[in-house]
């Protein structure tokens, strides 16, 4: 997903930026791989969509209307029109990004998946107060608003296009995970300054890289491969880029208020809690008494391995409603990987690791974890899973063990709930 949608001719880093993606969309992607893969992630996924910004309530037959800001080579575009396509599910998806480059390689996506869902529209996300695009019930921006010349006013822009009722999708980096990148950012600039052609900044990169002394923080950093893996447009972008910042999620949480913003999720919710982690009852009623945001500050400041905050937000006044897992009508849905596979991974403990960018937490299950997960396929009722649970819990125990299940697997993003037909 791009960041060039800066428009401000008399700006020269507006003016690299644009340079560089017309060079070197980002990411880097074929078209003709569309036929062995879907790209997916967070934010932007569907099931993702319905439960975090939509709080499983808005009726799946209701059509929507999705905006990807600074969609770039179209992961994102990609990945929710396909996902819609493939559930039959109503509405556009429209890509807006400034870059021609990007525009062929999603365009070309879109058209090796035959895709029909998708709209294509050249320009800024800075000019979305115009009206001209409309609103949109969900509005992704991801990395984007920490290339612009002024986050908040792409904050406010973004805000001006969402439709009532409607939620956004952001991913902005955030500093402690990203140690050593900035270093040679720096350093960069003196090697190869940003007025000079891409070609020959990149060249001279390239050159750096291959010198690197042993005690650089970049190679100390084992959460980056873009510079290694995603080719020139990774290594440009990620060292290259001629305005990057990073927010930590206090002065995240201040910049999203400012636009009238409140999250309604951090990505994955469990990673910003660190009651998770610390074993010490001591240290864990201290964090417990810090709020959503001192626990969240203390579990960036502690693992040290966040590079980016992936989040879903809402209007602070308009906040979702959170849905009610305990309801008999609720339905439950894996994220991705099916419910059963999961039961499958359950240790012998009980326990369910998951690995946080080389951060290993083992999530505490209920005894019958298992069971209740392999009745889990997207169809049946919490009810109907009761019903079926019938000769091995009573009611009561049931709704115990469920509980807990939800509440264990719902904060790392692998139990959600479906919304109504």
């Known amino acids: 997903m791009s960041d060039a949608n800066q428009r401000d001719a008399s700006d020269p880093a507006d003016q690299w930026l644009a340079a560089q993606y017309e060079a070197y969309p980002y990411p880097k992607r074929e078209p003709r791989e569309e036929a062995r893969r879907l790209v997916v992630g967070s934010p932007g996924h569907l099931r993702e969509i319905d439960h975090w910004v939509f709080g499983a309530a808005r009726p799946r037959s209701r059509p929507l209307r999705a905006l990807f800001a600074g969609g770039g080579t179209g992961d994102g575009t990609i990945m929710l029109a396909q996902q819609m396509a493939t559930a039959g599910r109503p509405g556009e ?126 190679k100390k950093n084992p959460y980056f ?17 001629p305005r990057d910042r990073a927010y930590d999620i206090t002065a995240l949480a201040t910049l999203l208020a400012g636009a009238g913003l409140t999250p309604s999720c951090l990505m994955e919710p469990a990673r910003y809690r660190p009651s998770l982690w610390l074993p010490d009852p001591k240290l864990r009623a201290r964090a417990g008494g810090l709020g959503w945001l001192g626990e969240a500050a203390l579990a960036e400041a502690l693992c040290g391995n966040m590079k980016t905050h992936v989040l879903y937000a809402a209007r602070s006044d308009a906040m979702p409603a959170a849905p009610d897992a305990l309801a008999a009508d609720a339905v439950p849905i894996a994220r991705e990987m099916p419910a059963p596979d999961l039961a499958d991974r359950i240790a012998p403990d009980a326990t ?61 993003n692998q139990l959600l709930l479906r919304p109504p037909a």
């Not at 491969?225 to 880029?241: K, P, T």
């Open 225 to 241: 491969s873009d510079h290694i893996e995603g080719g020139d447009a990774g290594l440009f972008d990620l060292l290259l880029n």
């Open 93 to 218: 998806v429209v890509w807006l990004d400034r870059s021609s480059a990007a525009l062929k390689v999603a365009k070309g996506r879109a058209e090796a998946r035959g895709l029909t869902n998708v709209v294509f529209e050249q320009g800024s996300l800075l000019d979305l107060p115009n009206g001209r695009l409309g609103q949109f019930d969900y509005i992704d921006c991801c990395g984007v608003v920490h290339h612009l010349p002024d986050p908040a006013e792409g904050l406010a822009a973004l805000v001006s296009a969402l439709a009532p009722g409607g939620g956004l999708g952001l991913m902005l980096y955030a500093p402690h995970g990203r140690t050593g990148v900035y270093m040679l950012q720096d350093a960069l600039r003196l090697l190869a300054p940003p007025d000079e052609a891409p070609a020959a900044r990149l060249e001279l990169a390239k050159r750096t890289m291959r010198h690197l002394p042993d005690t650089a923080w970049l």
């Open 352 to 412: 369910l690791p998951f690995l946080f960018e080389g951060f290993r937490v083992p999530i505490a299950l209920p005894r019958m974890a298992a069971p209740i997960l392999r009745l889990v396929d997207g169809q049946r009722s919490v009810g109907e899973i009761d019903a079926a649970m019938a000769d091995r819990l009573d009611p009561a125990a049931f709704r115990r063990a469920w509980g807990e299940l939800f509440q264990a697997l719902n904060p790392v």
